[in-house]
């Protein structure tokens, strides 16, 4: 958005400041600025001359060399320009100056021949579009004369912010709400020219009854607001020359005097508007309504339009005239022969506008106002100037008939009354304001204000209150951003210092952490919640994977949310093992069963090219549930108890190295090796073992600290290993559990060293048993004994020593 300082000071009194120090007050109070653009810079050598004489460029033949007199001499220059005759009077650049589209004349060689300086067109003056070639001066427009002497420009100032900064403001998409800006941070009074008395004088111009062109509004519609008259006895023409200079300074292309009306009063006040030509009005009456069925429009830009059923027109008895909102259509504006016209203002719901916007991809400046939630209550003030300028630049013009409007009273902004005490605002901002300076900066920004003592009551007008201010704190900050947050001093806040105690979910993470890392020498991974069907079906993962599909999802590969952390584990373990012959990894995340079913899912895998890790997982299993203070009982696989961690009726299920974790006697986890099957599926060779664990139920809860001290053993310890022979279906857990009934103090623990396959149907099983006693050293006799009751414990639940 492009904002003229000239246009400015019609409201308001601007200090005299360099321009890059009032664009840093503006940034430091309103919003970001991001480019300060003087015009007229760099034009002061730039002077009218008369051509002499041109002839052809030897080496060229659309370029000619033009001699012409400046008044202080003769040049010459190549020129390209189709009207270029001798005697005309031109404008002349000469080398060194900067033209507005930032081109900086250098002495150059066009063809072999030098060129000094250039004749120019009003494009490359920075005067709007003009004829296709150099901008003709009159016969009597005296050589050597200055650009900005004849021009009689005034020197301005364009601030160039970004529109994004200016969203939650709907009041800054007009010079006069800017004003008011201006007016508050510079401490100076703003100017009222738009008061009741400058109203009553207006309406003086209305009549009564209805005009000649009428409208009707549908409740079904989009419209908030909507208010018009007619006017005839205008003539179209072109603007003035300060209307002009104006529109163009922010950006806008002047067209012909209603047109330019238009823009010059919605660059002004904020408010779009539309400038009907009422003989194009097929029954003389609009409708505002739903589209209802779907049909192309084409729109004033030319180009055709697919509109929805659902979009808010304006209808007149042939069909759609205007989209609303967003821009009219060809047949809808007004033309060279127009002499009545009806005007109108209206107001639209904001996420319509935007939605239609997008849809059709056609922004425009009334759609990018109307997105920022406009205040119906400035139709009528829109209206009242637009009728002061037709009739200002159309001395013959006459309003008939009356004004109509129509208001949705449910959409009309209200103000808002906040009441709140002084300490209020110096306890946020750390400054000690008085109450004056207080009450002085709320007059500014055009607040109502009551101050008792320390207490104010403040009244919101309704262009501040659509979507900005709601709370004592919005006060708050307008204060802020009014002194200058840069001119508070910094100071640190007063508080006792305690030390932070960690949620009980943070804690139960850091453990998880330090396991894996310290013990289980697994790398963290973390992967994206969204996946992609295609992975789900690469993995041939069970279940209804459809209930959380994005609508608008950037990617095929990411449009859901997972179902489990498995898939996305296998296809990083697939990666991984091009490269790895052995790794280990785990994530701490998120699944997801449905809607308000989001499961936290801790899973550990282990990859060996070589070999099953299965055992070495259920060691690093029994260890991680100890650590995080849980009690987990691993079985194995039972059919009519169903674990839906890792369904039995996966691919990927092992049919003999499937371990169900119990913990409080639910199901919260599963450890199991990869089927070859579903490694197929995803290329990988070798073996892989995961567990995971659901621990939702658990992360919130205080966890409690069962570590047990004891002093560093006096007596040494002794270890029995011993290999005993299992059917290939009998999980190692079995035969663990079975040495749970020797009743022997001194059997400190039993694990399991390894497992290996010798027939289709058996397997040997290698335990570790470790005795110790801390009053006494073991002897050989109490050993001896206690290896033969592990043997017979073993052999007496089915588990022979192997031969």
């Not at 009003?122 to 901008?135: A, C, N, P, R, Y």
């Not at 009564?208 to 023409?237: M, Q, R």
Request: hydrophobic letters at 40%.
């Amino acid at each position: 958005m492009l904002i003229s300082l000239d246009w400015i000071k019609d409201f308001v009194e601007i200090p005299d400041m360099p321009p890059k120090e009032l664009a840093s007050r503006f940034t430091l109070t309103t919003a970001e600025v991001e480019g300060v653009i003087v015009s007229g810079a760099g034009l002061e050598n730039v002077q009218i001359v008369q051509v002499l004489s041109k002839k052809p460029h030897p080496e060229a033949d659309k370029l000619n060399l033009v001699t012409f007199e400046t008044g202080a001499g003769t040049r010459e220059v190549v020129c390209g320009a189709p009207n270029v005759k001798e005697g005309m009077r031109v404008f002349y650049a000469p080398v060194g100056t900067t033209l507005p589209s930032g081109l900086t004349l250098e002495p150059k060689k066009i063809r072999g021949i030098l060129s000094d300086g250039m004749l120019c067109s009003s494009t490359e003056l920075g005067l709007g579009e003009g004829v296709d070639g150099l901008m003709e001066l009159p016969a009597d427009a005296a050589i050597g004369t200055k650009f900005a002497a004849y021009t009689k420009q005034k020197a301005d100032v364009i601030l160039e912010v970004d529109n994004k900064s200016l969203t939650h403001r709907p009041d800054l998409w007009g010079h006069y709400g800017l004003a008011r800006e201006f007016a508050a941070a510079h401490e100076k009074k703003l100017k009222t020219p738009y008061d009741s008395t400058w109203e009553k004088k207006q309406l003086a111009h209305i009549g009564s009854g209805n005009g000649p062109v009428t409208f009707t509004v549908s409740e079904d519609s989009a419209c908030w607001a909507y208010s018009g008259l007619n006017i005839s006895g205008v003539k179209v023409g072109q603007s003035p020359d300060w209307m002009q200079r104006r529109l163009t300074a922010v950006g806008l292309r002047p067209i012909n005097s209603l047109v330019d009306i238009s823009n010059y009063v919605m660059t002004e006040l904020g408010m779009p508007n539309h400038i009907f030509d009422a003989d194009r009005i097929n029954g003389k009456k609009l409708t505002i309504r739903r589209q209802q069925t779907e049909g192309k429009f084409k729109t004033l830009d030319g180009q055709e339009r697919a509109l929805a059923g659902h979009d808010t027109v304006i209808a007149d008895e042939l069909g759609t005239a205007v989209l609303a909102g967003i821009m009219g259509g060809e047949a809808s504006g007004v033309i060279d022969s127009t002499t009545c016209v009806f005007v109108e203002v209206a107001n639209w719901d904001p996420s319509e506008v935007r939605k239609t916007s997008v849809r059709l991809g056609l922004r425009s400046d009334s759609s990018q106002r109307y997105e920022k939630t406009l205040d119906s209550h400035q139709c009528q003030r829109t209206l009242l100037r637009l009728v002061e300028l037709i009739l200002q630049l159309n001395p013959g013009a006459k309003v008939v008939g009356g004004q109509q409007t129509w208001q949705r009273e449910a959409t009309l902004a209200k103000p808002v009354t906040l009441e709140f005490n002084r300490t209020r605002i110096t306890k946020v901002l750390g400054e000690d304001l008085p109450v004056a300076r207080l009450e002085n900066y709320f007059r500014a920004l055009d607040f109502d204000v009551t101050v008792k003592g320390d207490d104010f009551k403040v009244i919101v007008p309704t262009w501040r209150t659509t979507k900005d201010i709601s709370c004592v704190d919005d006060l708050v900050e307008e204060i802020g951003r009014m002194i200058g947050y840069d001119n508070i001093v910094p100071k640190s806040p007063v508080l006792p210092v305690r030390p932070v105690r960690l949620a009980p979910g943070k804690v139960l993470l850091r453990r998880i952490q330090d396991f894996m890392v310290l013990e289980a020498k697994a790398l963290e991974v973390m992967t994206y919640p969204l996946v992609g069907a295609d992975l789900l079906q690469k993995a041939q993962w069970p279940g209804d994977h459809n209930k959380l599909v994005l609508v608008n999802a950037l990617s095929q590969d990411q449009d859901r949310m997972r179902p489990s952390v498995v898939p996305s584990a296998l296809a990083i373990m697939a990666e991984n093992q091009k490269n790895y012959s052995d790794f280990a990894f785990y994530e701490y995340g998120r699944a997801y069963l449905g809607y308000e079913n989001e499961r936290s899912c801790l899973f550990l895998g282990l990859y060996s090219r070589e070999q099953s890790r299965f055992t070495e997982l259920l060691n690093h299993t029994e260890k991680l549930v100890g650590t995080l203070g849980l009690s987990a009982e691993l079985s194995p696989k039972q059919e009519k108890f169903p674990n839906t961690l890792v369904p039995y009726e996966w691919i990927g299920s092992h049919p003999h190295e499937y371990v169900n974790i119990r913990i409080q006697g639910k199901f919260h986890g599963a450890a199991t090796t990869v089927h070859p099957l579903a490694m197929k599926e995803f290329k990988a060779k070798g073996f892989f073992s995961f567990v995971v664990i659901d621990l939702t139920d658990f992360e919130n809860r205080e966890a409690k600290d069962k570590t047990k001290y004891a002093p560093i053993a006096k007596f040494p310890s002794s270890s029995f290993d011993v290999s005993v022979t299992a059917a290939s279906d009998v999980p190692a857990a079995d035969v663990l559990k079975a040495l749970s009934g020797l009743k022997l103090k001194q059997l400190k623990s039993a694990s399991i060293l390894g497992v290996y396959a010798f027939s289709e149907s058996q397997k040997s099983i290698t335990l570790r048993t470790v005795f110790e006693d801390s009053a006494a050293t073991l002897t050989a006799e109490f050993l001896s004994e206690a290896e033969k009751q592990v043997v017979q414990t073993l052999e007496k639940a089915g588990f022979p020593l192997r031969s």
